[in-house]
Every structure is written in C-alpha cells, then in structure tokens.
C-alpha cells in the first residue's frame, strides 16, 4: 500500500444524537398531547390541531438533521492522485483526479454568505468543506495549494520540473 501524502478528514457538528432527538420528540409529543386535551375539553379543538401540527414539523425537522447527521468530506492525497469523498444528506459523491491538473478553488455561495472549496480536473469538479468554518477553509485551502504547487514544480518521476517560458512583445 502507497503512502498518504495528505489526509483531512471533517465531519458535521452533531450535538444531538438520534436517541436524543427521540426523547425530546416524545417528550414534546407528550406534553402537547396533555395541553391539547385540556383545549379540547373547553371546546377549543383547533388548538390541539396545531400543537399536533407543531410537533410533526418538529419530527420533520429532526429527522432532516438525523439524515445530514453522518455528513462528512474526506480529502486523500496519495502520489500523484487526489481522492474526495463527500456524504451530503446521505448522498456519496467520490471524485479522483491527477495532481498534475487539479485547480483548487474558493466559491462563494450566491445569497447565502458562505463558501466551500471546488476542486476542478478534467471538466469535471467537486464541492466539498461546507462543514468547514471561514478559517478552517482557509487553512485547508492553503495546504492543499501548497501541495499542488510542490507538486507541479517537481514531477514524481525524477525529472527536471518543465518551466514554460513567456514571450513578451515589445511595445512601441
């Protein structure tokens, strides 16, 4: 097995774990199902119907969190390969590129005020640190340019790295 040149690793903040969503659902549920007993005694029906219809969007909710509470991104550099892996909501995305041609990027969330770094290689590219605050992405961002700039000035296979020359014309 190769050894890893790089490995970053970042995982949702999950206070809550599923067996405490649990509780405070049921706990809540309880509690509205007592107050809306009282409503419903003095007549005043319409009023369990929205405390039921507060603690099914609550269940909704959690359960959204449960779903995104797994989420993660795995950055792996490994000679002159790049691996990122990401688990968005339970969807798992893997993208591989040669180090040589990947560009690293910082993008800017429209709206939202926030950013994550974009890989691109090939056409193809992939989101990932959106679990990242500004300063970790700025840190991680930097470490990953710095090793693709390593990288690219000296190949794997021994050679002179390969300086492109820039012709300038001159003005008049």
């Known amino acids: 097995m190769k050894a890893v040149d790089f490995s970053f690793v970042s995982r949702r903040n999950d206070s809550l774990p599923a067996m405490g969503r649990r509780v405070v ?18 007549g005043a029906w319409v009023v369990a119907l929205f405390l039921f219809l507060a603690v099914a969007g609550l269940h909704t909710a ?4 449960g779903r995104c509470s797994g989420d993660f991104d795995e950055v792996t550099v490994r000679d002159d390969r ?14 591989e590129c040669n180090r ?4 690293l990027a910082v ?20 989101a990932f640190g959106a679990h990242l605050n500004s300063e970790e992405q700025a840190s991680l961002a930097f470490c990953l340019r710095r090793i693709l700039a390593a990288r690219q000035a000296f190949p794997a296979n021994g050679e002179e790295p ?3 020359s820039q012709s300038h ?4």
């Not at 509690?31 to 419903?40: D, N, P, V, Y």
């Not at 959690?62 to 969190?65: A, G, N, W």
């Not at 993008?107 to 590219?125: D, P, Y």
């Open 162 to 164: 390969v300086h492109q």
């Open 82 to 95: 790049i691996f990122v892996t990401t688990r968005s909501a339970g969807r798992y995305a893997n993208f």
């Open 25 to 42: 659902v049921a706990s809540l549920a309880c509690i509205a199902f007592f107050i809306s007993m009282l409503f419903i005694s003095e």
């Open 62 to 65: 959690f359960q959204y969190l």
């Open 169 to 172: 014309s001159p003005t008049r």
């Open 107 to 126: 993008e800017r969330a429209a709206g939202v005020g926030t950013s994550m770094l974009v890989l691109h290689s090939g056409g193809k590219r992939i």
């Open 100 to 103: 040589y041609w990947a560009r």
